[in-house]
Structure formats: structure tokens, C-alpha cells
């Protein structure tokens, strides 16, 4: 059994882009009441007295947006002060990082993974579900702003769908032969918008790195990191190439890692519809932590049996209709 000791917590569910393979403009969102979201002392102490005790020294913040909290410095700074933290990373959609990115610099942040699927400002706006001002020149100058200021490994999540963004492959790929940048690819997945996956469907990650391999030649690499990308990069490259095949290749065996999504509900499993623990109302509700310690850890022994579960029967014959941001990243 692999260890878990990997936490991936979504700190809001809100978000300042509409991605089409996340949250269609067409799709009416119920965002949760800040009565509803964890509180930064709630976190830390499912921090320090469930998830601690229990192994976990990773983690990750995500969102929705993370940057659109307004506690975010204060939380980075908390967790990277505890003793037992050996890594604390964060991913963005960047459109904020030009204002914010040096303040969660001195926050104590180092590890920092931004999402860009086009190169191309038409397409990009396509993507994030934009209909006014075009947003990729400022998410673009975050980028190289967190970039200047020391963010490493900077890291570039790209999903690829099929008719929209394949076309950019190499250009993608391209960023990582004179930056230290480190672009991975993400398979498509049928969460958020059922509709275009049905549509779209899905390139699987050995077809983008036969395309790859085809311009320039592939070797295998490594990089600092906690989850499931195959890391190759192109020959004399500064950076990497990451590939993340969730549909193509099954790594459950390889998932060292639960999601915490922003209103408290632990997920053992991205694809889980159903064990699940409300953290927030046990805690809320003066439930000993020790007690919410044991049901955590309980459902921990559980996962290796859950992954696969929800594996057989999720992405065969299942969409998922809950956008990431309300999953938790």
C-alpha cells in the first residue's frame, strides 16, 4: 500500500475564469457561503490534529481560484511554519499572480503550478469562458513575474482537447527548452462539462509525446513533486515535460494523496461520489478531534479499495457532473 501522506486543499470555490471543461458559462454555479467555507483556524487544526498525526507532511492549496482569499499569505505562512511541512506548493489560474505573486513569495511559498492551455490569446479566452477584456497578456505577465522572482519549479498545467488547443502541442512543449519551466500535460477528463468531453473527447498522453518525441527526441527526467506526471524533457532542455494520463493509464496504485474540498468534505478519490467525511460539521459539531482523527484514518485504510472501485466504474461508464472547483482541485 502506498503511503498517503499527501493533502490537497481547496480553499474556495470560487473562481475568476468559467473554463469550459470545468465550469461552462451555461451551467448556473451555487457558490458556497463564506459561512460555509472552512475558516483558517478550522484548517489549521484539522492540520495539526487529524492530518499530522496521521502521516501527512505534503500539500497542496487549490481553489476554485486560491488567490481570491483574502487569508491566503497568513495560511501559507502557518502551514510552511510547521514543523512537520516538507513541502507546500499552490496552483493557480495566475490572472492575479502580477499583483500577488511576490507577496506569496514572502509568505514563504516556493513551489507554484499555473494553469495555461493556449498560447494563443483568442484561444485562451475560448478556454476560461471569456467574453469581454481578453485575459491572457496578464496571465501571461504573471507567469514571468513569478518566474523572475524565484518561484521553483515553476510548473505550466496545459489540458489538451481535441480541436480546441491540439494544434499548440509543440509550441508548448517549445517553453521548456530555454526556461526552466515545466510544462505538464493533462488528459481530458469528464468532470464539470459532460457535455464537451462527449463532444471532445480525449488525447491520450502517449500520442502527445509521440509528437513531441517526433521534433525533438524525448529522455526521461525528474523533478520535485508529489504527483502522478510521468516526467520526460526534450533533449539539453532547461526544463521538463510532464505527462498526467488519468484516463489512459491507471496509477491508483501510485496515489499517495486525499482532496479537503473548501466546505470541509474529505474525498479519498477525485472520482469518489460516495465515502466521504464531513470534516467541517464533526468539527463544527465539538467532536473530539481524536475521534474525528480515528474516522479519517479508518477511511484511509479504505482508499486503496475506493481508487480502484471508483477507477472500474467511473471512467468507463461515468461522467461527473461537479465542476473541480466544488471537488476541490
Not at 481578453?134 to 518566474?147: E, L, M, P
Not at 496545459?158 to 500535460?185: C, K, M, S, Y
Not at 474529505?266 to 475521534?291: W, Y
Request: charged share 25%; proline share 4%; aromatic share 8%.
Amino acid at each position: 500500500m502506498n503511503k498517503i501522506d499527501y493533502l490537497r486543499i481547496s480553499l474556495i470555490d470560487k473562481c475568476n475564469f468559467r473554463c469550459q471543461y470545468c465550469m461552462p458559462e451555461e451551467e448556473k454555479l451555487n457558490y458556497l457561503l463564506s459561512s460555509e467555507i472552512l475558516t483558517k483556524s478550522e484548517l489549521l487544526t484539522l492540520l495539526k490534529e487529524v492530518f499530522i498525526p496521521l502521516g501527512f507532511t505534503k500539500f497542496r492549496l487549490t481553489g476554485g481560484e486560491p488567490l481570491l482569499r483574502s487569508d491566503l499569505p497568513e495560511i501559507i505562512t502557518e502551514i510552511i511554519n510547521l514543523p512537520q511541512t516538507k513541502d507546500l506548493a499552490l496552483t493557480t489560474n495566475g490572472y492575479l499572480l502580477l499583483e500577488k505573486a511576490q507577496l506569496l513569495f514572502d509568505s514563504g511559498l516556493r513551489r507554484i503550478n499555473i494553469s495555461l492551455d493556449s498560447l494563443n490569446p483568442q484561444t485562451f479566452d475560448q478556454i476560461i469562458g471569456n467574453k469581454n477584456k481578453s485575459r491572457w497578456h496578464k496571465t501571461w505577465a504573471g507567469i514571468q513575474t513569478a518566474y523572475e522572482i524565484g518561484f521553483n519549479p515553476l510548473k505550466l498545467n496545459v489540458v489538451i482537447i481535441p480541436e480546441v488547443n491540439d494544434g499548440e502541442i509543440l509550441d508548448l512543449a517549445a517553453l521548456t527548452i530555454n526556461r526552466n519551466w515545466h510544462v505538464r500535460f493533462i488528459e481530458f477528463m469528464p468532470i464539470g462539462n459532460h457535455e464537451l468531453f462527449s463532444e471532445k473527447a480525449w488525447i491520450p498522453s502517449v500520442e502527445i509525446r509521440q509528437q513531441i518525441k517526433a521534433k525533438w527526441g524525448l529522455e526521461e527526467a525528474h523533478i520535485t513533486g508529489n504527483g502522478p506526471a510521468d516526467i520526460f524533457k526534450i533533449p539539453d532542455s532547461k526544463g521538463t515535460l510532464g505527462f498526467i494520463s488519468q484516463m489512459s493509464e491507471c496509477f491508483c496504485d501510485r496515489c499517495n494523496r486525499v482532496r479537503l474540498s473548501a466546505d470541509g468534505w474529505l474525498r479519498p478519490c477525485l472520482l469518489n461520489e460516495t465515502e466521504q467525511i464531513d470534516l467541517k460539521t464533526l468539527l463544527r459539531g465539538g467532536i473530539n478531534t481524536q475521534k474525528i482523527r480515528k474516522k479519517v484514518a479508518k477511511l484511509l485504510l479504505l482508499k486503496p479499495e475506493i481508487n480502484y472501485k471508483e477507477r472500474d466504474s467511473g471512467t468507463k461508464n461515468n461522467t461527473y457532473y461537479r465542476t473541480m472547483s466544488q471537488i476541490g482541485g
